[in-house]
């Protein structure tokens, strides 16, 4: 909501893909505007839209191009630059993001042109330049549609397809160089754990770069009744 404005991308594909933004005037009315892409352009539907401090407006489609397009506005969506095609790849699924509290724009994503595996996590501090962060899924199957948000203790959010079978939900920790373990769960953590644990703990923290040695972390994490078991994954976000 920016100046009573909600601003929400939408896109139609009954007359061939194409892409608009909807806006609501709080307590007035709907509108919509124009579509935001030609037909010399790509064709592309769903897009995610990021508003990032600077006041920009990015909008991220999925297409058929074998990537990911967008196009930006700087006048709260009154206008938007011509559609091109991004530096990710996508296989014509559809992709989710938002910008966190500390003004990095964190995007979940099929990291391939073909099929559904794996689920990606990338992030980005203007939205041109992506780097990967997380990787959610890579088993063979199919792992689409996400969505995504920060909750106010800083957490993200996300759910997604599970094989069209299930939906699965996995929480990321976003603290900027902080472990992954919940706020609520310190004051827990000091006054109950083993002290030697709690130094092995940041010991491998330190040490822990890929999405692997955080599994092994969280595992030891667990054993170690640093953290209590939970039913989702919890995944640290690290920072660039």
């Not at 754990?193 to 972390?217: M, P």
């Amino acid at each position: 909501m920016y100046k009573r404005q909600l601003l929400c991308g939408s896109s139609l594909e009954d007359a061939g893909w194409r892409v608009q933004v909807e806006k609501f005037i709080q307590n007035r009315y709907w509108s919509k505007s124009k579509r935001l892409i030609s037909p010399l352009d790509y064709a592309a539907i769903q897009p995610t839209l990021l508003a990032y401090p600077d006041g920009s407006i990015q909008a991220l489609c999925r297409t058929k191009s074998g990537r990911l397009t967008d196009c930006w506005s700087t006048d709260n969506g009154q206008k938007w630059t011509r559609m091109k095609r991004t530096q990710l790849p996508n296989p014509n699924a559809g992709a989710d993001g938002t910008v966190l509290a500390d003004g990095r724009a964190l995007l979940v994503y099929n990291h391939t042109r073909r099929g559904r595996s794996p689920l990606n996590v990338s992030v980005s501090r203007d939205g041109r330049s992506w780097e990967a962060a997380l990787v959610l899924e890579n088993q063979p199957g199919e792992y689409s549609y996400p969505a995504v948000i920060q909750t106010s203790d800083g957490n993200v959010h996300v759910t997604y397809t599970h094989n069209r079978t299930n939906i699965k939900h996995v929480v990321i920790d976003s603290w900027r160089g902080k472990s992954f373990i919940p706020r609520n769960e310190v004051t827990r953590i000091k006054r109950t754990a083993d002290a030697k644990a709690i130094e092995l703990f940041e010991k491998y923290r330190k040490r822990a770069k890929s999405l692997e040695d955080w599994v092994k972390l969280e595992a030891f994490a667990g054993k170690q009744k640093l953290i209590p078991a939970v039913s989702y994954t919890h995944l640290t976000l690290p920072t660039i």
